[in-house]
């Protein structure tokens, strides 16, 4: 089985652009989940998506956007991006089922300037 | 409020020494406890969780209620032990949210 699939790798932007990063989570996993990882704060919960439906959000601004399309790839968005966004945002799938096991890609590293 | 910590940044232990890492928790409820792993240029993956209360790679940890702990251990440490480490807390909700530690570096020296 593949594993879970991020897109890109790596990603320059300026200061006020808009991004969006890309998961494709593992076959026949319905749940993913994102979050961003900094060396000061770790690793924070962005939002996670179940059938489409945004199941549970963290604490960022409204710039963080999500979303889940039907064969469970999932997009994430942020827009007027800042400096403070830099960091490694990861993507993890599972099937679902509570507290199963979350697979995790290897991540975006998003470096604005 | 659910928060995970892990007091160590760093921990260095020789080969053959005992190790332990340590995770206190606070929720409002019973969470699940899990520890997550991340090898050198590898992705975080999942290394064991109480509920399933097993032994993987000779590590375990014991969920610990009244002094709401999930520390980490292994008798013997091996330097393939390096790595990374997170302690996580998820809710009994209906969601995957995983709330992470912010992580312990373990080095094992030859």
């Known amino acids: 089985k593949a594993g879970v699939t991020q897109t890109p790798r790596y990603l320059i932007k300026t200061r006020g652009q808009q991004v969006t990063l890309s998961c494709s989570p593992i076959s026949g996993h319905r749940s993913v989940s994102w979050y961003q990882q900094t060396p000061g704060q770790g690793l924070q919960f962005l939002f996670e998506?179940?059938?489409?439906?945004?199941?549970n959000k963290g604490n960022f601004p409204g710039r963080f956007s999500g979303r889940q399309f039907s064969n469970s790839r999932s997009e994430m968005n942020v827009s007027t991006l800042e400096l403070g966004d830099s960091a490694l945002y990861l993507c993890?799938?599972?099937?679902?089922?509570?507290?199963?096991?979350?697979?995790f890609g290897q991540g975006t590293r998003l470096t604005v300037v | 409020a659910q928060r995970v910590t892990q007091p160590e940044k760093l921990l260095s232990v020789f080969k053959g020494a005992p190790v332990e890492l340590k995770c206190n928790y606070s929720?409002?409820?019973?969470?699940?406890l899990f520890w997550y792993v991340q090898y050198s240029r590898q992705r975080l993956q999942l290394l064991l969780r109480?509920?399933s209360r097993e032994s993987i790679k000779g590590f375990t940890a014991d969920l610990n209620k009244g002094e709401t702990s999930f520390h980490l251990k292994k008798p013997f440490a091996q330097e393939e032990d390096s790595a990374m480490y997170y302690c996580a807390l998820s809710g009994r909700g209906g969601s995957e949210k995983l709330v992470f530690g912010k992580g312990t570096k373990l080095t094992v020296n030859p």
């Open positions: 998506y179940f059938s489409e439906t945004q199941r």
């Open positions: 109480h509920i």
């Open positions: 993890a799938s599972s099937p679902g089922r509570k507290n199963t096991e979350a697979f």
């Open positions: 929720y409002s409820g019973s969470p699940e």
